[in-house]
């Protein structure tokens, strides 16, 4: 095997598995986001397998050399700062190309924090989307809460203590019964849990929320719209289009209309 994508703890370091341990001694090499943070993590449990930085700014300039070195025999370990790699971390570019490459891997697995805060949620979990961190600032931050405010499956976002106050006030501010849940600290000293209406936990935070460490929001689907079409999905983006509309965007307006999946009315707009 060629690379370990080999998850850690979250917060709790009782959480680190025998496996990983184990797989963290024996491969050659560990890749990681953070030299400083892992290195607290090896010192803990005497691993002294050497670090390599491998993150975001750097990935594509040392994505080939660890190609080669994995033909040479060499065997590597992907980890992140925390929890699951590559869920909203680097990494799924070089599992891309190792596949390409005919090389191998296989996952040591671990905590992650989205799926903890899914499971104490209490809001249904069968079907639900991962939306990961939002966008920064300004229009896409803003078009991608509506998505999610007007997405039928439970949604599951990550946030910051900076941030998580006003994206619970944007979400208050379209639907403010709507049920939210909110975790902090998840598998740490203060780890905290808490579901309410929208407004309610708008309110909470600064206060009985503190504002302090990671967030897992986990926000209920929209409710199910009585409104009915008498027209077909084809024929209702064909009406979007003839009024002046791209059919990306009547695609996409019909589908949110409708509560439907963009792919399914592109593909019956296209006839496929």
Same mark, same amino acid.
């Given at each position: 095997?060629?690379?370990? *994508?080999?998850?850690?703890?979250? /917060?709790?370091?009782?959480?680190?598995?025998?496996?990983?341990?184990?797989?963290?001694?024996? =491969?050659?090499?560990?890749?990681?986001?953070?030299?400083?943070?892992?290195?607290?993590?090896?010192?803990?449990?005497? *691993?002294?397998?050497?670090?390599?930085?491998?993150?975001?700014?750097?990935?594509?300039?040392?994505?080939?050399?660890?190609?080669?070195?994995?033909?040479? /025999?060499?065997?590597?370990?992907?980890?992140?700062?925390?929890?699951?790699?590559?869920?909203?971390?680097?990494?799924?570019?070089?599992?891309?190309?190792?596949?390409?490459?005919?090389?191998?891997?296989?996952?040591?697995?671990?905590?992650?924090?989205?799926?903890?805060?899914?499971?104490?949620?209490?809001?249904?979990?069968?079907?639900?989307?991962?939306? /990961?961190?939002?966008?920064?600032?300004?229009?896409?931050?803003?078009?991608?809460?509506?998505?999610?405010?007007?997405?039928?499956?439970?949604?599951?976002?990550?946030?910051?203590?900076?941030?998580? +106050?006003?994206?619970?006030?944007?979400?208050?501010? *379209?639907?403010?019964?709507?049920?939210?849940?909110?975790?902090?600290? *998840?598998?740490?000293?203060?780890?905290?849990?808490?579901?309410?209406?929208?407004?309610?936990?708008?309110?909470?935070?600064?206060?009985?929320?503190?504002?302090?460490?990671?967030?897992?929001?986990?926000?209920?689907?929209?409710?199910?719209?009585?409104?009915?079409?008498?027209?077909?999905?084809?024929?209702? =983006?064909?009406?979007? =289009?003839?009024?002046?509309?791209?059919? +990306?965007?009547?695609?996409?307006?019909?589908?949110?209309?409708?509560?439907?999946?963009?792919?399914?009315?592109?593909?019956?707009?296209?006839?496929?």
């Amino acid at each position: 095997m060629n690379l370990f *994508i080999t998850g850690t703890p979250i /917060g709790n370091l009782d959480d680190m598995t025998f496996r990983a341990i184990e797989t963290l001694k024996k =491969v050659d090499v560990i890749l990681c986001e953070d030299t400083r943070t892992t290195r607290k993590l090896t010192n803990h449990f005497e *691993i002294g397998t050497p670090l390599r930085s491998y993150h975001d700014f750097n990935k594509e300039e040392v994505e080939d050399r660890i190609i080669e070195e994995m033909k040479s /025999g060499k065997t590597f370990a992907l980890v992140s700062d925390a929890g699951m790699p590559i869920v909203s971390d680097p990494g799924f570019e070089l599992v891309e190309r190792m596949q390409h490459e005919g090389l191998e891997c296989s996952v040591i697995p671990s905590a992650s924090a989205f799926t903890m805060g899914l499971v104490t949620s209490g809001i249904p979990s069968y079907e639900f989307t991962y939306f /990961g961190f939002l966008p920064k600032t300004g229009r896409k931050r803003k078009e991608k809460i509506e998505e999610i405010m007007n997405h039928p499956l439970t949604s599951v976002i990550y946030e910051s203590p900076h941030k998580i +106050k006003d994206t619970l006030l944007a979400i208050s501010g *379209i639907d403010p019964g709507r049920n939210v849940s909110v975790s902090r600290e *998840i598998t740490k000293k203060f780890e905290q849990h808490e579901r309410a209406e929208a407004s309610r936990m708008a309110d909470m935070l600064g206060g009985e929320i503190p504002l302090k460490g990671e967030f897992v929001i986990v926000v209920e689907g929209a409710p199910e719209t009585e409104e009915t079409f008498d027209i077909p999905v084809d024929d209702h =983006v064909a009406q979007l =289009v003839k009024e002046g509309m791209k059919p +990306k965007q009547a695609i996409k307006e019909v589908a949110e209309l409708r509560s439907l999946r963009k792919q399914d009315v592109y593909d019956a707009y296209h006839k496929k």
